[in-house]
């Protein structure tokens, strides 16, 4: 079974500053895609990043990029120019790709974020 | 258009109460899912529709009754609810189920339910 661990139940970060949240996961597939998630408070959930395992390449998004690292099992969200919107709770998530319940998305238990003026 | 809406975006019920939630998407996606989310709690997977039919039940207790009447349309009916389903009922779209990629969902903003 597939499981995903975010370590950091909460974390704050100063406007225009840079915060990275930190997730890993453990699988034995080889195929599968990562994916950060952000739900701001009483709004709804939005895809900020997504990462598929065989390309090499980080993903990137804007303020927004990832440091995978596949070996590790790691697959951290770098926040950039950090802003007032960025405040959310923020999921990773996994999902295998190929064979039964291909759609069925892991997610970690979230990171809170708040941005201070 | 990236939007998928739910109604209503409350509900308060009793135990004895039936009452139904709705999902609508016009992305032309074929695959539709229900989950249902605790406060500061991850969501939690219960319904994916491919095509309209059934693909996964992840063992959601007989009071929550899926159905997708067409592509655009998923609800969920709710009968004899338990003070412990008290949560937000999150739905969720993606263009299609498939062995050989993966699709981003789309989520709803969710109907806060209340069982009294």
């Known amino acids: 079974a597939q499981t995903v661990t975010q370590s950091q139940p909460e974390m704050s970060v100063q406007e225009a500053e840079t915060v990275t949240l930190s997730c890993t996961y453990d699988t034995s597939e080889n195929n599968y895609y990562l994916f950060w998630y952000k739900q701001p408070p009483s709004r709804q959930m939005i895809l900020v990043i997504r990462q598929e395992a065989y390309k090499q390449q980080n993903a990137t998004e804007n303020r927004f990029s990832v440091n995978f690292q596949k070996a590790a099992k790691s697959f951290s969200l770098k926040i950039s120019d950090s802003q007032l919107g960025d405040t959310a709770m923020y999921f990773c998530a996994f999902m295998k790709q190929g064979g039964l319940n291909t759609d069925k998305l892991i997610f970690g238990t979230g990171t809170r974020l708040q941005v201070f003026p | 258009d990236t939007e998928v809406t739910q109604t209503p975006k409350h509900l308060v019920m009793g135990m004895t109460n039936k009452k139904s939630l709705k999902c609508e998407q016009h992305?032309?996606?074929?695959?539709m899912y229900w989950y249902k989310q605790k406060a500061k709690k991850p969501p939690e997977l219960m319904f994916v529709y491919s095509y309209e039919k059934l693909s996964i039940n992840e063992s959601v207790p007989s009071r929550f009754s899926p159905e997708c009447p067409n592509s655009s349309l998923l609800n969920l009916h709710l009968h004899a609810l338990q003070p412990e389903d008290s949560a937000l009922y999150l739905c969720?779209?993606?263009?299609?189920?498939?062995?050989?990629?993966?699709?981003?969902?789309?989520f709803g903003p969710g109907t806060r339910l209340t069982v009294t």
């Open positions: 992305m032309g996606h074929r695959a």
């Open positions: 969720a779209s993606s263009q299609d189920l498939s062995r050989d990629y993966s699709y981003e969902q789309y």
